[in-house]
Nanobody
Framework: QVQLVESGGGLVQVGGSLRLSCAAS????????KGWFRQAPGKEREFVAA????????NVAEAVKGRFAISRDNAENTVSLQMNDLKPEDTAVYYC???????????????WGQGTQVTVSS
C-alpha cells in the first residue's frame, strides 16, 4: 500500500508560480513511478507529468511543456511539480499518483492522493 499526500496548492495570479509537493509513504513507495494529473471543473482528469524511479525518464504534457517541471527526491520520498507562468486554464485540482511503469494513462496508476487545488486568477 502506498499513501500519497499533496501540498502546495493555492491561489496565484496569472504569470505566477507554484510548487506542488507529494509525500509518499508505505511499503516500496520509492520504487514506483510518480505522476501528476489534474482535473478542472467539468472536465476529465488529464495527465500533466510523470517521472521514472531513477528520475532519468520524464514525460510532460504538451499543454504544460516548457512551463512545468517534475522532479523527485528518493531520499526524502517526495515528488514535486514546479509550475511557472501559470495561466487561468491551469486552474484545477492536482493529483499525485503512483504506478509501476511510466505512463500518461490514469488507468496505469494504482495509488492516488487526495488532490490539491490550484487556482489561477486573471
Amino acid at each position: 500500500q502506498v499513501q500519497l499526500v499533496e501540498s502546495g496548492g493555492g491561489l496565484v495570479q496569472v504569470g505566477g508560480s507554484l510548487r506542488l509537493s507529494c509525500a509518499a509513504s508505505g511499503r516500496a513507495s520509492r520504487a514506483f513511478v510518480k505522476g501528476w494529473f489534474r482535473q478542472a471543473p467539468g472536465k476529465e482528469r488529464e495527465f500533466v507529468a510523470a517521472i521514472s524511479v531513477s528520475g532519468n525518464n520524464i514525460n510532460v504534457a504538451e499543454a504544460v511543456k516548457g512551463r512545468f517541471a517534475i522532479s523527485r527526491d528518493n531520499a526524502e520520498n517526495t515528488v514535486s511539480l514546479q509550475m511557472n507562468d501559470l495561466k487561468p486554464e491551469d486552474t484545477a485540482v492536482y493529483y499525485c499518483a503512483a504506478a509501476t511503469e511510466i505512463s500518461e494513462y490514469e488507468g496505469s496508476y494504482k495509488y492516488w492522493g487526495q488532490g490539491t487545488q490550484v487556482t489561477v486568477s486573471s
